[in-house]
């Protein structure tokens, strides 16, 4: 099975950009579909943006998909999450997700997760 280890947060401004990564181990990469969730003090799992395995179709969730890009570079074992035009409603826990079949909207879809990464942006 994958293992998946999140990297890239930090402390930013409003308006800032960033980009966060996630690399996998344990298994051929391009077999997982990912996603990246994220999860704000208090507030349940969200999710954020997905991409299928061979990297050609992405989602995004409402409030991102005008400022957040999803990626994926299969040799490299990574998929990435650029965010840019960052919110201090972007501060959250930022997890990637990973499933053998298509994923979903909703964290219950995907059995594999990294440990998370967080962001916090400054307003």
């Known amino acids: 099975q994958v293992q998946l280890v999140e990297s890239g947060g930090g402390l930013v401004q409003a308006g800032d950009s960033l980009r966060l990564s996630c690399a996998a181990s344990g298994d051929t990469f391009s077999r997982y579909f990912m996603a990246w969730f994220r999860q704000a003090p208090g507030q349940e799992q969200m999710f954020v943006a997905s991409?299928?395995?061979?990297?050609?179709?992405?989602e995004f969730a409402d409030d991102v998909k005008d400022r957040f890009t999803i990626s994926r570079d299969n040799a490299k074992n990574t998929v990435y999450l650029q965010m840019d035009r960052l919110k201090s409603e972007d501060t959250a826990d930022y997890y990637c997700?990973?499933?053998?079949?298509?994923?979903?909207?909703?964290?219950?879809?995907?059995?594999?997760w990294g440990q998370g990464t967080q962001v916090t942006v400054a307003s």
């Open positions: 991409i299928t395995w061979g990297g050609d179709l992405t």
């Open positions: 997700a990973a499933s053998r079949a298509r994923g979903s909207y909703w964290s219950n879809g995907y059995p594999y």
